[in-house]
């Protein structure tokens, strides 16, 4: 089993930041690909940004240059820097964790077989 709780989330203004933490525990380590979600209202889930297994860093387009996903092996937790937020930037964000080690990385929400229970991002224009 993996446990999953992610903390972080807010509201700011437009421009602003924030930081989302996630922190796993059970069965987990680097040889996982892990990953931030997220869901709008009325939208499918989609991919945000994942650290693959040999800890390199992927984002969608949307977040580039904007967002850095990290990770501390020590201490089991993902986190999402998230600078200049836009309030298309707004949703429920979900860390998870994919459903099997040392594969390929991927920012399909399908792939990843845990999850967390979301933190909230609201942007103000």
């Known amino acids: 089993q993996v446990q999953l709780v992610e903390s972080g989330g807010g509201s700011v203004q437009a421009g602003g930041s924030l930081r989302l933490s996630c922190a796993a525990s059970g069965y987990t380590d680097s040889t996982y690909c892990m990953g931030w979600f997220r869901q709008a209202p009325g939208k499918e889930r989609e991919g945000v940004a994942v650290i693959d297994t040999f800890g390199s860093s992927h984002y969608a387009d949307s977040v580039k240059g904007r967002f850095t996903i990290s990770k501390d092996n020590a201490k089991n937790t993902l986190y999402l820097q998230m600078n200049s937020l836009k309030p298309e930037d707004t949703a429920v964000y979900y860390c998870?964790?994919?459903?099997?080690?040392?594969?390929?990385?991927?920012?399909?929400?399908?792939?990843?077989?845990?999850w967390g229970q979301g933190t909230q991002v609201t942007v103000s224009s």
């Open positions: 998870a964790q994919d459903r099997a080690r040392l594969r390929t990385w991927s920012l399909l929400p399908e792939r990843f077989g845990y």
